[in-house]
């Protein structure tokens, strides 16, 4: 399974971003995780195959996850974004094991 990530950037605090991840064949469940910078990786948000979901406290009301089965397609969309969102952002997918796409960074900066 691969996972190809998109859609960081640096933006200013307030700002949007909305982040995409292509899945090489359907998964179970799909998710981004994070790493701040100094610190270790954590959840901000998973969605199943039946679109339940799941977000970290920090992100709960500002960021939303949603996917296209047809595409194999999860998406972040993170509005009202703070310097504390600045992480390497990696999507996730579980299919009998972990899969990881590569990192993308969002930079959240005046």
């Known amino acids: 399974v691969q996972l190809q990530a998109s859609g960081g950037g640096l933006v200013q605090p307030g700002g949007s971003l909305r982040l995409a991840c292509a899945a090489s064949r359907s998964i179970f469940t799909m998710g981004w995780y994070r790493q701040p910078p100094g610190k270790q990786r954590e959840l901000v948000a998973t969605i199943s195959s039946a679109g339940s979901t799941n977000y970290a406290d920090s992100v709960k009301g500002r960021f939303t996850i949603s996917r296209d089965n047809a595409k194999n397609t999860v998406y972040l969309q993170m509005n009202s974004l703070k310097p504390e969102d600045t992480a390497v952002y990696y999507c996730?997918?579980?299919?009998?094991?972990?899969?990881w796409g590569k990192g993308t960074l969002v930079t959240v900066s005046s």
């Open positions: 996730n997918g579980k299919f009998f094991a972990d899969y």
